[in-house]
T-cell receptor, first 114, second 112 residues
Framework: DTEVTQTPKHLVMGMTNKKSLKCEQHMGHRAMYWYKQKAKKPPELMFVYSYEKLSINESVPSRFSPECPNSSLLNLHLHALQPEDSALYLC?????????????FGPGTRLLVL | GESVGLHLPTLSVQEGDNSIINCAYSNSASDYFIWYKQESGKGPQFIIDIRSNMDKRQGQRVTVLLNKTVKHLSLQIAATQPGDSAVYFCAENKGNTGKLIFGQGTTLQVKP
């Protein structure tokens, strides 16, 4: 099973709202990732968690706050977003240890900020 | 700088024909490459990967070729079907950080 699940599928929020995106995997992977993807563009890495610890933050604005409560779950907390943050947010997971580990992606959450 | 790029943004093929999607990379130290397929409204789906100690790898109806001399990667899809219509991304797995560098993507359109 190579399934990564994400909820919700769609989210509409105002600039003053607080919302969270959720990601879950049961493949025993110990690395999890958040990506942002704009229309007709490749995914852009935002955060990497390795063994539940944040290992990479690609200079993402603080209005995005990641959290990894355990090895299977990854959250992305959103607060005071801007309309330009509207995008598809993708979660991925992989094994840790070798540099050649494949990342498996979830279906994404399509976010619209009004 | 490092980059992974695709030669053509769009490729249109007839159903039943073979498709070839190309990708060029600039980092000669890269040693692991992945092809993803992304259908409309979905996340990227792993298709096939290849390590630098290989020059060819085959899957079901797909073949990936790696030419390290010219830093070129290609994905061949045999007997292309309408369900193959999607955006195809090549990606380089960068070192031990887990960072994936994606190409810009090629849209494959299959004509019935």
């Amino acid at each position: 099973d190579t399934e990564v699940t994400q909820t919700p599928k769609h989210l509409v929020m105002g600039m003053t709202n607080k919302k969270s995106l959720k990601c879950e995997q049961h493949m025993g992977h110990r690395a999890m990732y958040w990506y942002k993807q704009k229309a007709k563009k490749p995914p852009e890495l935002m955060f990497v968690y390795s063994y539940e610890k944040l290992s990479i933050n690609e200079s993402v604005p603080s209005r995005f706050s990641p959290e990894c409560p355990n090895s299977s779950l990854l959250n992305l907390h959103l607060h005071a977003l801007q309309p330009e943050d509207s995008a598809l947010y993708l979660c991925a997971s992989s094994q840790v240890g070798a540099k050649k580990e494949t990342q498996y992606f979830g279906p994404g959450t399509r976010l619209l900020v009004l | 700088g490092e980059s992974v790029g695709l030669h053509l943004p769009t490729l249109s093929v007839q159903e039943g024909d073979n498709s070839i999607i190309n990708c060029a990379y600039s980092n000669s130290a890269s040693d692991y490459f992945i092809w993803y397929k992304q259908e409309s409204g979905k996340g990227p789906q792993f298709i096939i990967d290849i390590r630098s100690n290989m020059d060819k790898r085959q899957g079901q109806r797909v073949t990936v070729l790696l030419n390290k001399t010219v830093k070129h990667l290609s994905l061949q899809i045999a007997a292309t079907q309408p369900g193959d219509s999607a955006v195809y991304f090549c990606a380089e797995n960068k070192g031990n950080t887990g960072k994936l560098i994606f190409g810009q993507g090629t849209t494959l359109q299959v004509k019935p």
